[in-house]
């Protein structure tokens, strides 16, 4: 699986971004995908993730009410609507793809297989 993330970009607080990524493979719909983000001098964070579906979503309470995750399985992306940006969501954000979990909920590193390059968003005050 790989997994290509795109439109990150430089935004003043209270803008909108959305970042997608893109994976091959044929079975895209059997992955929960998730998105994280890592902050300059600070650990990887857990943003959002979805189900296989799409019908199911989990969030960090620090972006809760302001991002939105979706899928589309059948053109294999996976989109992370970002409204209400704020300079703390600086980071580069990854997308990633769970082979092995069916727990929508994940929102731990370890649980996925495979991430993208990352993309970088920067939101100035």
């Known amino acids: 699986v790989q997994l290509q993330a795109s439109g990150g970009g430089l935004v003043q607080a209270g803008d909108s971004l959305t970042l997608s990524c893109a994976a091959s493979g044929r079975t895209f719909s059997g992955y929960v995908m998730g998105w994280f983000r890592q902050a300059p001098g600070k650990e990887r964070e857990f943003v959002a993730s979805?189900?296989?579906?799409?019908?199911?979503?989990s969030y960090a309470d620090s972006v809760k009410g302001r991002f939105t995750i979706s899928r589309d399985n059948a053109r294999n992306t996976v989109s992370l609507q970002m409204n209400s940006l704020k300079p703390e969501d600086t980071a580069v954000y990854y997308c990633a793809a769970s082979t092995s979990t069916t727990n929508y909920r994940a929102s731990s590193g370890w649980m996925y297989d495979y991430w993208g390059q990352g993309t970088l968003v920067t939101v100035s005050s």
């Open positions: 979805i189900s296989r579906s799409g019908g199911f979503t």
